[in-house]
């Protein structure tokens, strides 16, 4: 009987497969790193065939690893790095050059070129996002304009465009299925957003031929099935994908309007869902697609903290504190507060609701008191103020109060942090048993594709918690600590 499903979640620097069974239990993981590649200062790239090849061994390392039978597998889903552009010949399958990662600047000037004839407005109109190199448009253009013949070969239709969920799709299919899913079209500058279409006059500003673009589909529904692999059967569907981060707010059965995820990782990765109904944002925050599921698409608000666990890396490896990351709870705890100092990680700027790309790192309220233990303590604190500030944002822009924060990622396993986090918000915080949510999303949206679950009641009743952290802060101590933070952002 096929009853487990496969996920494969196929991150920045590496790929990883896993197996679940029905009850979400996880049977095993296998992950595999790939190259990160540096052509010039700005410049990042993935080499496609790389990408590939990750997939590929984790998937086989998984089975050799669980010994399971592969012919068990039910369906199979894909998550994925978001924005990253990859164009391919549509007879050999061979990529024309190397992707161009989500954090690739190359397109800055293209990006700076649309501001200056004045269509910042209706590119944010339509899509949701900032114009920025970030999304996949000015990248495909980058790619036709600077390798040689390819926009001839594009307008020919000899050449397909896909981010990484389409790239993986056409290659388990072997060529036979082109489509993305409307959350990670939504990332690419190309879709009216509120259509879940291709729109005609976004492609002919960025200079994107159609014959390019995939086939937009729904996020949990059978859009082909394996074919010509050494390491699964044919015939397995491919019936759940979603970008990561739509994915992992999908895994934390956020499902209600006003219900939020929060991913604490290097950086910290918001999502609100906003409902059926597009919520354009007034401070900053990008609106996208968060899914599509029987034909009725589900829209979210996103920000992001650029420094979050990164500010722990810094005080381990820079400022030498501690030798293990997880050595700050301990000493954090060692001090009943910060003693007022406040540690605002802007280093490389700040993102929403700030949008301050000048800003710099800030240490303030230093006395001669101050021991490491109080820094380390504002510094896990300064994660949490800008999550605070970021959810607010998100809470004025839908006009709702927030109703619960789902936490995860490394950051969210510190009991210390979330209870801080949840004293800010007056919100409860909840931290799932499972907190790899991004594979989770896709491997529900999968099983939801197949008929394995015939609901989202069915999938949030599977859906477990490990914590919660309820509101212990007073009103008078949230002032407090939100007016330090306040003094904080004004010395950035």
């Not at 199979?76 to 549509?90: A, C, F, K, S, Y």
């Not at 290659?171 to 509120?194: F, K, P, Y």
Request: glycine share 10%.
């Amino acid at each position: 009987m096929a009853d487990l499903l496969l996920a494969i979640d196929q991150g920045t620097t590496g790929s990883t497969a896993v197996l679940l069974d029905p009850s979400l239990e996880v049977l095993g993981t296998a992950t595999e790193d790939f190259p990160q590649i540096y052509p010039k200062p700005g410049w990042v790239e993935h080499a496609p065939e790389a990408i590939w090849a990750s997939v590929c061994v984790a998937m086989r390392r998984l089975i050799e690893k669980t010994g399971v039978d592969p012919r068990r597998i039910a369906a199979l889903g894909i998550t994925n790095q978001r924005e990253t552009t990859v164009v391919w010949d549509r007879a050999s399958g061979a990529p024309i050059a190397n992707a161009i990662v989500w954090q690739c600047r190359r397109t800055r000037d293209a990006c700076q070129a649309l501001r200056e004839a004045g269509h910042e407005a209706t590119i944010r109109e339509r899509t949701g996002l900032v114009l920025d190199p970030y999304f996949s448009a000015t990248k495909i253009a980058w790619l036709l304009d600077n390798v040689p013949n390819a926009r001839a070969r594009a307008e020919a239709g000899a050449l397909a465009f896909g981010t990484i969920d389409t790239y993986l799709t056409w290659r388990l299919t072997g060529g036979a299925a082109h489509v993305t899913d409307i959350s990670n079209a939504s990332r690419t500058s190309l879709m009216d957003l509120r259509s879940g279409a291709w729109d005609d006059e976004l492609a002919t500003l960025f200079r994107v031929p159609q014959t390019l673009l995939p086939r937009i589909v729904g996020n949990a529904e059978i859009v082909g099935e394996t074919r010509g692999l050494d390491f699964l059967p044919d015939g397995i569907p491919i019936a759940g994908m979603a970008g990561d981060q739509q994915a992992a707010l999908f895994g934390q059965a956020c499902f209600a309007p006003a219900q939020a995820k929060c991913t604490y990782g290097t950086g910290a990765f918001l999502l609100m869902n906003t409902g059926t109904t597009p919520v354009r944002s007034e401070h900053g925050l990008l609106t996208t697609a968060a899914w599509r599921l029987q034909g009725e698409t589900t829209y979210a608000l996103e920000g992001s903290a650029f420094v979050a666990g990164a500010v722990v890396q810094w005080l381990r490896d820079e400022l030498h504190f501690f030798t293990r990351s997880e050595d700050i709870s301990a000493m954090a705890a060692s001090v009943p507060d910060s003693a007022g100092v406040v540690l605002v990680p802007a280093f490389t700027g700040l993102g929403a609701p700030h949008w301050n790309p000048d800003a710099r790192g800030v240490l303030w309220g230093l006395t001669r008191g101050t021991q490491r233990a109080h820094i380390a303590r504002a510094a896990l604190e300064g994660i949490a103020f800008q999550c605070y500030d970021i959810l607010r944002a998100m809470e004025q822009d839908l006009g709702h109060p927030l109703q619960i924060v789902r936490v995860d990622g490394g950051a969210s396993r510190n009991d210390l942090l979330m209870g801080f986090q949840a004293g800010l918000l007056n919100v409860p915080l909840s931290r799932p048993t499972m907190t790899e949510t991004t594979a989770l999303g896709a491997a529900l949206l999968a099983g939801l594709g197949v008929g394995l679950y015939d609901s989202l009641d069915a999938i949030e009743a599977r859906w477990r918690e490990d914590a919660r952290f309820l509101p212990t802060m007073t009103p008078d101590a949230r002032g407090a600590h939100l007016a330090r933070w306040a003094e904080g952002l004004r010395r950035v």
